[in-house]
Every structure is written in C-alpha cells, then in structure tokens.
C-alpha cells in the first residue's frame, strides 16, 4: 500500500472556477502535511502546509485536512492559467525524518 | 529565504563514468535528502543524512553512495553511471527543529543524462 495517494489527473478546470485536488495517506500517526507545486521542467515548490484539522486558508488557496478520515484537500479558488501545474501532496512521518510523497495531480486552467 | 543550491542544472555522462552531483544548503538544516523523479513515478528517496557523517538508504539506494563531511553540503555520487540513471535528481532539506513540523525545501534540480 502507498503511503501518500493522489488521483494523477489530468484535471482540467476552466479559468475563475474552483480547483480541488485530493490526497489519502495510511499512518495514521502522521502529523505534518504540505502541498508542494512543481512547473515542468521545475523542483517542487512548498505552498502550504497544514498540522491541525480543518482549514487553512492563504490567498487563493485553502488546504483542508481530515485526520480521522486520512485526507487532505487543496482548493484553488479563482483558479488562473498560472496555477497549471502538478500539485504533490507530501506528509511527513511519526520518526520526523521522512517524507511521503503522492506522485503528483496535474492540473490545468483553460482561458 | 532557504536556499539549497545543485551544483549543475543539466549533466550529461557516458555509461560507466563516476558522475558526482553536489548540494549545499544555506540554513544551517541538519537534515538533507537526495531524490530522484521520474515520469509516473513521483519522487523517489534516494539516501538520507540527519547529521555529518550520517546517512540512511533511502528507497532505491542501489548504485548511489552519498557523502557528508560538512553539515552544509550532501553528496550524491553515481559509481558507474548506467542508462537507467537517466533522471532529474532534487536535493533538499529540513530542519529538527520542531521535531513533527519541519519544511521540506528543494534545489532547483540537476537532469542528468546517461548516454
């Protein structure tokens, strides 16, 4: 079983409306979780993170996470062209060390 | 702002060459990582260090070694390059600080490829 899952996409969105990307994992003692964004051809870049139940909201982003259902959410709202990119969900492990990534949901805004 | 550097953004070797890929990072982290990413497969740990001198197999350690004389600098090193080293390597790193709610933060990545 992976650790980190995520639905590979592609997603496609039209420009203004609302992304929402997925992700489950399986410790369940897990405590730290991140989106990263990653362009082609770019590295990974963190844009949220989340360590309690519920939202957090930055900009047009909200992270949303469920510990006792195993899931974590990233909505994009007002979504822009600019905001094309694969998403990697990433939770780190109880020993604090190791980091669990999903292998990534590709999203595209249309104009 | 953290700041992990690769040495080279773009690399090509020959088949059975000792290729060395280079990370230095900025903010005193005690933790560095060496990835590597490949289409369909996500990121994938390569070798991991927590302090100088230490280093743990990552996920698929098999044909890398690593090398941490300093705590700013991690080496990823290919004994002899193969074809299916053909990849984009990430260095990143962390800190304990907050043991539960490190960063991950990456280089800009180094693509190698293995001819």
């Known amino acids: 079983q992976k650790e980190v899952e995520q639905n590979s996409g592609p997603l496609s969105v039209p420009e203004g409306a609302i992304a929402s990307l997925n992700c489950t994992y399986s410790?369940?003692?897990?405590?730290?979780f991140f989106w990263y964004r990653q362009y082609s051809g770019k590295s990974p870049e963190l844009i949220m993170f989340?360590?309690?139940?519920g939202d957090k909201e930055d900009g047009r982003f909200t992270a949303q996470l469920n510990k006792a259902s195993q899931y974590v959410s990233l909505l994009i709202r007002d979504s822009q062209p600019s905001n094309s990119a694969t998403y990697l969900c990433?939770?780190?492990?109880?020993?604090?060390?190791?980091?669990?990534f999903g292998t990534g949901t590709s999203l595209t805004v249309i104009p | 702002d953290v700041k992990v550097t690769q040495s080279s953004r773009y690399l090509v070797k020959r088949t059975g060459e000792k290729v060395f890929l280079e990370c230095v990072q900025d903010?005193?982290?005690?933790?560095m990582f060496w990835y590597r990413q490949d289409p369909g497969l996500g990121l994938r740990l390569i070798y991991f260090?927590?302090?100088?001198?230490?280093?743990e197999k990552g996920d698929i350690p098999e044909g890398y070694s690593v090398s941490r004389e300093k705590k700013e600098r991690f080496s990823l090193i290919l004994e002899s390059a193969s074809t299916n080293q053909t990849s984009m390597y990430l260095c990143?790193?962390?800190?304990?600080?907050?043991?539960?709610?490190?960063?991950?933060?990456f280089g800009s990545g180094t693509q190698l490829s293995v001819l």
């Open positions: 990143a790193s962390s800190s304990l600080q907050g043991r539960i709610r490190e960063k991950l933060f």
């Open positions: 410790d369940r003692g897990s405590q730290s």
């Open positions: 989340i360590y309690s139940n």
């Open positions: 990433a939770v780190n492990g109880v020993s604090g060390n190791q980091f669990y």
């Open positions: 903010m005193d982290h005690e933790n």
């Open positions: 260090s927590y302090d100088v001198k230490m280093k």
